[in-house]
């Protein structure tokens, strides 16, 4: 290992050298099983991921899937014509650090060339990286770059190659997403952990004591703010989180979560929480949400009675509202003059949420009543052409660009769907499949990040779109 290191470092170095004068020096050398700068002839393999042409000449992206590592060719050129790299290791929103690195010029007698081999990521430094080739035309003065591409690394299958995707939008400095991601910063560590559960892929377990460690004492402490749903989304990330690594502090932190939640239910309409401290509203999604994290803790709390108790009365309460339409799907809170159905938007969390919810109660409580309600929810969600737009599921008023809290709701309903799915013999495996395969085909870039319409098209991103196709993957058979 140590002599492959020495040999890497020595091409490294004469790649340096070779540059033609004046042309950009090399950015930081990334080591990883090699080091930045190998010859492409020692690629064991050869993948053309995407390619770009101007004024005849073709740039090509070339991966070497077994080292992850990329080098760029142009070809069809003459003498003069330039081509490089760009490296980004946020997803290709910036490359500052990384650009032009491998820049080379095709020699005299030449019509094309090939840059040095790059690393795709930088495993010292947890960066997760993409690159493209660029180039230009040596007497003209417009360029031109490919599409971004990586190699399989950490992206064998779709669910892994999605949750590569995400963790490129994972701010090391905060241990949040895109960020400033909060609530929905929850539910996109709740699809990795998921990943990692489901793929047996776990590169990017240390997001969890990243984000712990660095937020745990953000805001109200304990991941607590105002407002109740945020809590509990949070606290659901903990409680994943215990499960997958059996520290205890996560899970006292999901039971801080509730315990702050239920300092929030009163009389008022007979029962429930809050959506905020300022409780002027109560919702569907807080409630469900506290029913879910309570449940889920008495399950993993020996002895308890407490959470048991909590999970049971937000579900009454729940029921007693009329919350859960004539249609059979959930409506967006109580009105609490009337303290009944508000009649607003079926948003498609809400509906998640309560499967989840309820498939969490009856493994508690053994209730047949909460997973036969869970059913009719699910029937009456995969089935509504109002959610479902030519049998693909669509958020109402769904934005094309990847912005809003909104963005985040269709992933907890496939969550939830997937929990209930696989608790009653898998019935909603073509549903799913039909949305991944869709999502698939017509909602992905070149390295496997996701929009907001799962029937496509792909307009653009973010960690939030980009959980709700994970958490959808890992849902799908």
Same mark, same amino acid.
């Given at each position: 290992?140590?002599?492959?290191?020495?040999?890497?470092?020595?091409?490294?170095?004469?790649?340096?050298?070779?540059?033609? =004068?004046?042309?950009?020096?090399?950015?930081?050398?990334?080591?990883?099983?090699?080091?930045?700068?190998?010859?492409?002839?020692?690629?064991?393999?050869?993948?053309?991921?995407? &390619?770009?042409?101007?004024?005849?000449?073709?740039?090509?992206?070339?991966? *070497?899937?077994?080292?992850?590592?990329?080098?760029?060719?142009?070809?069809?050129?003459?003498?003069?014509? %330039?081509?490089?790299?760009?490296?980004?290791?946020?997803?290709?929103?910036?490359?500052?650090? $990384?650009?032009?690195?491998?820049?080379?010029?095709?020699?005299?007698?030449?019509?094309?060339?090939?840059?040095?081999?790059?690393?795709?990521?930088?495993?010292?430094?947890?960066?997760?990286?993409?690159?493209?080739?660029?180039?230009?035309?040596?007497?003209?003065? %417009?360029?031109?770059?490919?599409?971004?591409?990586?190699?399989?690394?950490?992206?064998?299958?779709?669910?892994?190659?999605?949750?590569?995707?995400?963790?490129?939008?994972?701010?090391?400095?905060?241990?949040?997403?895109?960020?400033?991601?909060?609530?929905?910063?929850?539910?996109?560590?709740?699809?990795?952990?998921?990943?990692?559960?489901?793929?047996?892929?776990?590169?990017?377990?240390?997001?969890?004591? =990243?984000?712990?460690?660095?937020?745990?004492?953000?805001?109200?402490?304990?991941?607590?703010? %105002?407002?109740?749903?945020?809590?509990?989304?949070?606290?659901?990330?903990?409680?994943?989180?215990? $499960?997958?690594?059996?520290?205890?502090?996560?899970?006292?932190?999901?039971?801080?979560?509730?315990?702050?939640?239920?300092?929030?239910?009163?009389?008022?309409?007979?029962?429930?929480?809050?959506?905020?401290?300022?409780?002027?509203?109560?919702?569907?999604?807080? *409630?469900?949400?506290?029913?879910?994290?309570?449940? =889920?803790?008495?399950?993993?709390?020996?002895?308890? &009675?407490?959470?048991?108790?909590?999970?049971?009365?937000?579900?009454?309460?729940?029921?007693?509202?009329?919350?859960?339409?004539?249609?059979?799907?959930?409506?967006?809170?109580?009105?609490?003059?009337?303290?009944?159905?508000?009649?607003?938007?079926?948003?498609?969390?809400?509906?998640?949420?309560?499967?989840?919810?309820?498939?969490?109660?009856?493994?508690?409580?053994?209730?047949?009543?909460a997973l036969a309600v869970a059913r009719r929810v699910a029937d009456a969600a995969t089935?509504?052409?109002?959610? *479902? &737009?030519?049998?693909?599921?669509?958020?109402? *008023? %769904?934005?094309?660009?990847?912005?809003?809290?909104?963005? &985040?709701?269709?992933?907890?309903?496939?969550?939830?769907?997937?929990?209930?799915? =696989?608790?009653?013999?898998?019935?909603?495996?073509?549903?799913?499949?039909?949305?991944?395969?869709?999502?698939?085909?017509?909602?992905?870039?070149?390295?496997?990040?996701?929009?907001?319409?799962?029937?496509?098209?792909?307009?653009?991103?973010?960690?939030?779109?980009?959980?709700?196709?994970?958490?959808?993957?890992?849902?799908?058979?």
């Amino acid at each position: 290992m140590h002599t492959k290191w020495i040999a890497a470092a020595t091409v490294a170095a004469t790649a340096l050298l070779q540059l033609p =004068a004046g042309s950009p020096a090399l950015a930081a050398t990334v080591c990883n099983r090699y080091c930045d700068g190998r010859d492409p002839a020692l690629s064991p393999g050869d993948r053309v991921a995407t &390619s770009a042409i101007l004024y005849g000449r073709t740039f090509k992206v070339h991966v *070497n899937d077994a080292d992850a590592m990329i080098w760029a060719t142009v070809e069809n050129g003459r003498p003069g014509d %330039e081509v490089w790299l760009d490296r980004s290791f946020d997803g290709g929103r910036t490359w500052q650090g $990384d650009s032009r690195i491998g820049f080379t010029v095709v020699p005299a007698g030449a019509g094309g060339w090939r840059t040095a081999m790059f690393n795709v990521d930088d495993w010292g430094a947890l960066g997760v990286g993409v690159l493209r080739a660029c180039g230009k035309a040596g007497d003209r003065p %417009e360029l031109t770059c490919t599409g971004w591409a990586r190699s399989t690394w950490n992206a064998w299958d779709r669910r892994t190659a999605a949750a590569t995707a995400l963790m490129m939008r994972f701010d090391r400095g905060t241990g949040l997403f895109d960020t400033n991601g909060w609530w929905t910063g929850a539910n996109a560590l709740t699809a990795l952990i998921d990943n990692s559960r489901i793929s047996g892929m776990h590169s990017y377990d240390y997001a969890i004591a =990243a984000t712990y460690d660095k937020q745990i004492n953000a805001a109200r402490g304990q991941f607590r703010n %105002e407002y109740l749903d945020d809590t509990g989304w949070w606290g659901l990330a903990w409680v994943a989180a215990y $499960d997958r690594t059996g520290d205890s502090r996560y899970l006292n932190t999901a039971r801080a979560d509730a315990d702050h939640m239920f300092a929030y239910w009163d009389t008022r309409c007979g029962g429930g929480i809050y959506w905020r401290t300022d409780r002027t509203v109560k919702n569907a999604i807080s *409630n469900s949400l506290y029913i879910q994290l309570n449940a =889920a803790l008495s399950q993993r709390i020996a002895g308890d &009675s407490v959470y048991r108790g909590r999970a049971q009365a937000g579900w009454a309460w729940f029921q007693s509202t009329g919350m859960i339409n004539s249609s059979n799907l959930v409506n967006d809170g109580v009105n609490l003059g009337t303290c009944r159905n508000n009649g607003d938007v079926t948003w498609t969390y809400n509906q998640g949420v309560l499967i989840n919810a309820l498939v969490q109660l009856n493994r508690l409580t053994g209730d047949a009543n909460a997973l036969a309600v869970a059913r009719r929810v699910a029937d009456a969600a995969t089935t509504s052409t109002y959610l *479902n &737009s030519g049998g693909i599921l669509r958020e109402p *008023n %769904e934005p094309d660009q990847c912005s809003g809290d909104g963005v &985040s709701f269709k992933g907890a309903f496939v969550r939830g769907l997937g929990v209930l799915n =696989a608790a009653v013999g898998r019935p909603y495996d073509t549903y799913l499949r039909r949305q991944a395969d869709s999502a698939y085909a017509r909602d992905r870039t070149g390295f496997d990040a996701y929009g907001s319409h799962w029937a496509g098209p792909y307009v653009s991103t973010n960690h939030s779109c980009q959980h709700s196709a994970l958490d959808l993957l890992n849902a799908a058979p």
